[in-house]
Structure formats: structure tokens, C-alpha cells
């Protein structure tokens, strides 16, 4: 069992930055592969970007490619998406998710419960 508790979202202009968190309870953390989702008011949950066990491989939606950048501290149980040139079509709220599966994977096991991210123009 995991449980992930996101923090860092708030309000921001456009063309600025914010870094996420996503604290992970439990020892075997290294083990899962870990993902970013958000979901914008009336629209399905989509993938932003994951990252393997050792932080050595991470994938990324096309429409956040070269702005965010997820990384992962295993000693700290923690993972990370850092957003610059921020958009106000990036405006949802971003939930971490954990997946006891190889990467990568659309499945996940494992969500914390949301952080907001505002995006003003």
C-alpha cells in the first residue's frame, strides 16, 4: 500500500513556474514507477509524465515536452514535476500516481488525492 500526498500547486501568470511534490508513504518507493496526471474542469484525466524506478528514463505528453520536467528522490520518498513557461491551458489539478509495473505504463496502482494549479493569462 501507498500513499502519495501532492503539495506546491497555487495561482500563477502565464510564463511562470511552479514545482509540484509528491510525498510518498511507505518503504518501498524505489519500486514504482511514477506518474503525473492532470484533469482540466469538463475534461478527462491525461497523462503530463512519468518516470522509472531509478529516475533514469521519463516519458512526457507532447504538449508539455521541453517545459516540465518530473525527477525523483527515492531517499526522500518523493517525486517531483517542475513546470516553467506555464500556460493558462495548463490550468487543472495535477494528481501523482504510482504504478507497481514495469515502464513504462497507462496503468497506475496508486493516486494522491489533487493539488490545483491556476494559470492566469
Known amino acids: 500500500q501507498v500513499q502519495l500526498v501532492e503539495s506546491g500547486g497555487g495561482l500563477v501568470q502565464a510564463g511562470g513556474s511552479l514545482r509540484l511534490s509528491c510525498a510518498a508513504s511507505?518503504?518501498?518507493?524505489?519500486?514504482?514507477?511514477m506518474g503525473w496526471f492532470r484533469q482540466a474542469p469538463g475534461k478527462e484525466r491525461e497523462f503530463v509524465a512519468a518516470m522509472n524506478w531509478s529516475g533514469g528514463s521519463a516519458a512526457y505528453a507532447d504538449s508539455v515536452k521541453g517545459r516540465f520536467t518530473i525527477s525523483r528522490d527515492n531517499a526522500k520518498n518523493t517525486v517531483y514535476l517542475q513546470m516553467n513557461s506555464l500556460k493558462p491551458e495548463d490550468t487543472a489539478v495535477y494528481y501523482c500516481?504510482?504504478?507497481?509495473?514495469?515502464?513504462?505504463?497507462?496503468?497506475?496502482?496508486?493516486w494522491g488525492q489533487g493539488t490545483q494549479v491556476t494559470v492566469s493569462s
Open positions: 511507505g518503504r518501498t518507493f524505489s519500486r514504482y514507477v
Open positions: 500516481a504510482a504504478a507497481a509495473r514495469f515502464f513504462p505504463t497507462y496503468e497506475y496502482d496508486y
